[in-house]
C-alpha cells in the first residue's frame, strides 16, 4: 500500500520549508508505520497499550487504539487469525474503562472491526454487548452503549437482515427500556440507537412504534439537552416515514417543536427546526400548521439572525480583508458540469424545470456547517412556497422594524428573510418592491461588510422583476451598485456580489449590451485584486455574461478589454491545476459568443485541449493496465477539454478546419466515446455533432466506426448521454444524405422506442423527434414504413419548439415520408395537423409541402367527411389551417 501526502501551498505564500519538514515528518511516519505492520505482534502491542498501559496518559493510549483501528481498516484481512482474537477478546473485556475517551476509542475499534465483515463471524459480539447493557457498573452500560450507538450507524441495514438472523428483534425492545434510564448519557445513547432505523422502517421498529412514541413523548421536556436533540431528531424522521401515527398527536408536537426551536442549546433548536423543513414536504403542512402561523414566523424570523459565535466565525468585524491570502481549506471542490444539448421553446431559451441549477444557497456559504440561521432561513423558504402570500400578514410588521433597525445584525437578518421568500412570495411582495428594491441598494453601500452581502443575495433573488421593469428604474443602479460591490475590499462581499451579477446576467441578457464596456472594465479590474476563491467565481460571473449577450461581445474594443488577463491566467495554470476547469467552462462560452472574434487566440487553446484528453486517455490507459503502480486520472479534465472544443467548434464554425486537419482529435474522439464515464461519452457526442457541422470532411471517414457506437449509446438510462448521442446522429444524417442508408437500421428501433417511453424528458424526446425526422429527410424510404410507430408522439414533442433549422429539416423529413407512406399517418392525422399549426413562419417551400399534404388528405376523404373530421379541432387550431392553408 503506498501512501501519498500531498500538500496544498498558496504560491508565493513563503510557507514551503515549514510545510516541507512537516511532510517529511509524515512521509517518514506512515513508512515507519508501514515497515511495523510488517510484524504481527506490532498489533498485539497496540491493542495491549490502548486496553492495559493504564501506567501511560489517555491521550497516548487512544493514539495508540486509533492507529490499530486504521492498521484494522487497512489490513484486517492478513491480521493472524490468533491477533484477531486477542483484539476482539481484549475489546469486550475492557468496554468498561474508567476513562470515557479510552471507552469511545475501544466502542470506535469494535465497529471497524465489525465493518470489515466481522458480525458474522463475531457471533458473540452483538449479545454480549447488549448483556453488558444490564452492569450494574455505570462505565460498562455506558461504554457498551456507544459501541451499540456505532455499530447501528454503521450497519443498520445488516443488523435488519436475515445474514444475522435479525437480531434487530431482540435489541429495538432493549434499547427502549433504556429510555426511562436514571442517566442521561445512557437515555441519549438508547434514543441514538433506535433512531438509526426509523429511515429504514426496520420491521423491528415498525412492531414496536407506539411504544416507541409514546417513550419519546415521556422524554420530551427531558432536562438533558443531548435527549431532547434526540427526540427531535426521531420526530423530524418519523414525520418522514409513519405520519399516520404522528397525525393523532400533531397539534401537541406542533407546540412542542414551537418550544424546541427556541431551545437555548442551539443545536436542539437546530434539530427542531428541521421539523418545519420536513413538514412542509407532507401534503398535510398547510392544514397542520395554518393555526400555528401567527407563533411560527417570528420564531424563524428570529432563529435568521448572526449569534455571535458566527459573527466571530465570520469575521464579521473584519472589513477589508482583500489582502489576506486564501487558505485551501476554504475552497469547495468543483464538479465540471458537462455540455447537454438542448433547443429552444417557444417561451424562452431552454427548458424550464429539468436542470435546475442547486447552487442558489442562501448567503454564508464560507459558514458550510448548517446552523440555525441556515436552517430557519430554509424553513420560511420552503413554507413560503406552500403558504404563498397567505404568509404576508404574518411577516410584513416584522419585516418593516427589521429592515429599517438601527442594530446591523437584526437589519441584516431582515434582509435575508426578504431574500427567503422571494420566490414564494413574489405576487404578494409586488407591490412593496418598488420601495423595498431601492432600499435594499442603498444596503448595499452599508459599512457592514455582512449587511452588503447578504444585500447582493437577496438583490439577485428578485433579479427577475428588477428587469422586468423599465431599465433607468431598477436595473441601471442595481447594476451599478453591483459592479461597485464586485471591487469591495471585503472577499465575501466580492464573492456575493459577483455571484448576484451572474443571475442579474441571466436575467437581463441582451439588456446588458448598452453596459457592456463598463461591465467589462469592472470584472478585468477584477482580476487583478481577486484572491483564488474569488477568481473561480469570477469566471462564471465572465462565461454567464458571454452566454447572456453572446454575438454583442464580438467588439474589437470588448475583445480587446476581455482576452488578455483570460489568456494570462490560461498561461500561468499548469495542466493538472484543477482552476483549469473553470477557466475552461468560461473560455467556452467565451469562444461560443465570439465567433470569429476568438479566431487570434483559438490555436493554443486548442492545442491545449487536445493535449489534456490525450494526458488523462495515456493515464486512464496506465491506471486499467497497472492499478497497482498508477493513480486513476481525474477525468474532468477531459470531459472540460472536449467541452472547450465544442464550444471552439460552435464558435468559430468552418474556421476549425485547419485546426482538426493538424492534430488527432478524431481518433482521440473515438477512445473518448468508449470511455466508461458517461459525462465522458456525453461530452464526446457534443464533440461529434459540432465537429460535424462546423468541418465535416474530416468526420465522414470515421462514420463506420462511430455509428455503431452512437447506437450502442440510444440507452435512455443515461439521459444526458443519449440525448448528445441522439443529436450527434441527426447532424451526422444531414450531412451524409443518401448515403446514411446503411446506418438506418444501427439506431431507428432505438429511436422509435425512446420516442414512446412514457416518463421520458421533454429535451430528449425532442432530439429524437427532430433526429427521426431528419433521418426521414435523407431517406424517407428506410424510415417511412414505421410512421405509424411514432408519429403521433413525434408530433406532440415537436409543438413547442420555435421555428429554426432543425426544425426545419425534421418537418421536411416527415412530409417526405408521408409521401412515401400516407397510409401511416391517417389515425394520427389530427396530430399532423396541430403540428403544422405551430409554426410561425415556415419557408415557402416548406408552406407548399404542408399544404399539398392537407389538402389531398382533404381531397382523399371528401368534403363532407372533412367537415366531420375538422370539428374535433380546437378552435384556435382550425382558425389557424383555415387562415394559413384554406383548409
Not at 459577483?498 to 477584477?526: Q, R, W
Request: proline letters at 6%; hydrophobic letters at 40%; glycine letters at 4%.
Amino acid at each position: 500500500m503506498r501512501t501519498v501526502i500531498s500538500s496544498h501551498r498558496d504560491r508565493d505564500s513563503g510557507e514551503a520549508k515549514g510545510r516541507c519538514d512537516f511532510n517529511n515528518c509524515c512521509s517518514s511516519f506512515c513508512a515507519k508505520l508501514e515497515q511495523l505492520n510488517q510484524f504481527p505482534d506490532f498489533n498485539n502491542y497496540l491493542i495491549f497499550v490502548l486496553t492495559r498501559l493504564k501506567s501511560e496518559d489517555e491521550p497516548t493510549r487512544s493514539l495508540s487504539g486509533l492507529i490499530l483501528k486504521n492498521n484494522v481498516k487497512a489490513h484486517y484481512q492478513n491480521f493472524p487469525p490468533a491477533v484477531a482474537d486477542f483484539i476482539k477478546q481484549e475489546c469486550l473485556s475492557n468496554i468498561g474503562d474508567p476513562s470515557p475517551l479510552i471507552r469511545a476509542t475501544i466502542g470506535i475499534l469494535i465497529t471497524t472491526i465489525a465493518s470489515k465483515g466481522e458480525l458474522q463471524t463475531w457471533p458473540e459480539l452483538l449479545p454480549q454487548l447488549c448483556n453488558l447493557l444490564n452492569s450494574e457498573d455505570y462505565n460498562t452500560c455506558e461504554g457498551s452503549f456507544g459501541a451499540l450507538q456505532k455499530i447501528c450507524e454503521d450497519s443498520s441495514e445488516l443488523l435488519d437482515s436475515d445474514a444475522l438472523n435479525r437480531p434487530l428483534n431482540i435489541m429495538i425492545p432493549k434499547f427502549l427500556q433504556f429510555f426511562k434510564h436514571c442517566s442521561p448519557k445512557i437515555r441519549s445513547h438508547a434514543i441514538a440507537c433506535v433512531n438509526q432505523f426509523i429511515i429504514g422502517r426496520a420491521q423491528a421498529l415498525m412492531d414496536n412504534i407506539d411504544t416507541f412514541i409514546e417513550s419519546l413523548f415521556a422524554l420530551a421536556a427531558d432536562e438533558d439537552s443531548e435527549v431532547r436533540k434526540n427526540v427531535c431528531r426521531a420526530l423530524v424522521m418519523l414525520l418522514e416515514v409513519r405520519i399516520d401515527r404522528l397525525i393523532p398527536h400533531m397539534h401537541s408536537i406542533v407546540q412542542y417543536m414551537l418550544q424546541r426551536t427556541q431551545d437555548p442549546d442551539e443545536n436542539v433548536a437546530l434539530e427542531a427546526c428541521e421539523f418545519w423543513l420536513t413538514l412542509a414536504e407532507q401534503p398535510i403542512c398547510k392544514e397542520v400548521l395554518s393555526g400555528h402561523l401567527v407563533q411560527l414566523i417570528p420564531i424563524l424570523v428570529n432563529g435568521m439572525k448572526y449569534s455571535e459565535i458566527d459573527i466571530i466565525l465570520l469575521k464579521g468585524d473584519v472589513e477589508e480583508d482583500e489582502a489576506i491570502p486564501d487558505s485551501e481549506q476554504d475552497i469547495k471542490p468543483r464538479f465540471h458540469k458537462s455540455r447537454t444539448v438542448t433547443l429552444q421553446h417557444e417561451g424562452g431559451e431552454g427548458e424550464e424545470g429539468e436542470d435546475i441549477d442547486e447552487d442558489d444557497d442562501d448567503d454564508d456559504d464560507t459558514l458550510s456547517d448548517w446552523n440555525l440561521r441556515k436552517c430557519s432561513a430554509a424553513a420560511l423558504d420552503v413554507l413560503a412556497n406552500v403558504f404563498r402570500d397567505e404568509l404576508l400578514p404574518h411577516l410584513l410588521p416584522l419585516l418593516k422594524d427589521l429592515l429599517f433597525h438601527p442594530d446591523w445584525v437584526v437589519k441584516e437578518s431582515g434582509i435575508l428573510v426578504l431574500g427567503a421568500i422571494a420566490e414564494g412570495c413574489v405576487q404578494g411582495m409586488v407591490p412593496y418592491l418598488p420601495e423595498l428594491i431601492p432600499h435594499l441598494i442603498q444596503c448595499l453601500c452599508d459599512k457592514k461588510a455582512l449587511v452588503r452581502s447578504i444585500a447582493c443575495w437577496t438583490l439577485s433573488r428578485y433579479a427577475h422583476w428588477v428587469v422586468s421593469q423599465p431599465p433607468d428604474a431598477y436595473l441601471k443602479p442595481l447594476m451599478t451598485e453591483l459592479l461597485k460591490r464586485i471591487l469591495d475590499g471585503n472577499k465575501r462581499v466580492q464573492e456575493a456580489a459577483c455571484s448576484a451579477f451572474a443571475t442579474l446576467e441571466e436575467e437581463a441578457c441582451t439588456e446588458l449590451v448598452p453596459y457592456l464596456g463598463f461591465i467589462l472594465d469592472t470584472l478585468v479590474f477584477a482580476f487583478g485584486k481577486y484572491q483564488h476563491k474569488n477568481l473561480l467565481i469570477l469566471y462564471d460571473a465572465i462565461g454567464t455574461l458571454a452566454d447572456s449577450v453572446g454575438h454583442h461581445l464580438n467588439q474589437p474594443e470588448y475583445i480587446q478589454k476581455l482576452m488578455p488577463p483570460l489568456i494570462q491566467k490560461w498561461n500561468e495554470l499548469k495542466d493538472e491545476d484543477k482552476d483549469l476547469f473553470p477557466l475552461l467552462e468560461c473560455l467556452s462560452s467565451v469562444a461560443t459568443a465570439l465567433q470569429s472574434g476568438f479566431l487570434p487566440y483559438c490555436e493554443p487553446v486548442y492545442q491545449r485541449c487536445v493535449t489534456l484528453v490525450q494526458k488523462t486517455l495515456a493515464q486512464a490507459m496506465m491506471y486499467n493496465q497497472h492499478p497497482e503502480q498508477y493513480e486513476a486520472p481525474d477525468k474532468d479534465f477531459m470531459i472540460v477539454a472536449l467541452d472547450l472544443l465544442s464550444g471552439l467548434a460552435e464558435g468559430l464554425g468552418g474556421h476549425v478546419e485547419q485546426l482538426v486537419a493538424r492534430s488527432n482529435i478524431m481518433t482521440l474522439l473515438f477512445q473518448c466515446m468508449q470511455d466508461t464515464m458517461p459525462e465522458v461519452r456525453q461530452s464526446s457526442f457534443a464533440l461529434l455533432g459540432d465537429l460535424t457541422k462546423a468541418c465535416f470532411l474530416h468526420v465522414k471517414p470515421c462514420i463506420a466506426e462511430f455509428m455503431p457506437i452512437l447506437g450502442l449509446n440510444l440507452n435512455p438510462e443515461f439521459i444526458s448521454v443519449c440525448n448528445n448521442a441522439t443529436w450527434a446522429i441527426g447532424e451526422i444524417s444531414i450531412q451524409m444524405g443518401v448515403e446514411m442508408e446503411p446506418y438506418v437500421g444501427l439506431v431507428l428501433n432505438h429511436l422509435v422506442e425512446i420516442i414512446n417511453r412514457p416518463n421520458t424528458p421533454k429535451t430528449l424526446l425532442e432530439n429524437t423527434a427532430i433526429t427521426i425526422g431528419r433521418l426521414g429527410y435523407v431517406c424517407p424510404q428506410e424510415v417511412a414504413p414505421m410512421l405509424p410507430q411514432f408519429i403521433r408522439p413525434w408530433c406532440q414533442s415537436l409543438r413547442n419548439i420555435r421555428d429554426n433549422e432543425e426544425k426545419d429539416s425534421a418537418f421536411r423529413g416527415i412530409c417526405l415520408m408521408i409521401g412515401v407512406n400516407p397510409g401511416g399517418v391517417v389515425q394520427d392525422f389530427i396530430f399532423f395537423c396541430d403540428a403544422v399549426a405551430s409554426w410561425m413562419n415556415p419557408k415557402e417551400d416548406l408552406r407548399d409541402m404542408f399544404y399539398k399534404i392537407l389538402h389531398g388528405f382533404k381531397d382523399q376523404v371528401g368534403e363532407e367527411n372533412w367537415q366531420q373530421f375538422s370539428e374535433q379541432f380546437p378552435p384556435q387550431l382550425k382558425e389557424r389551417l383555415s387562415a394559413c392553408y384554406g383548409v
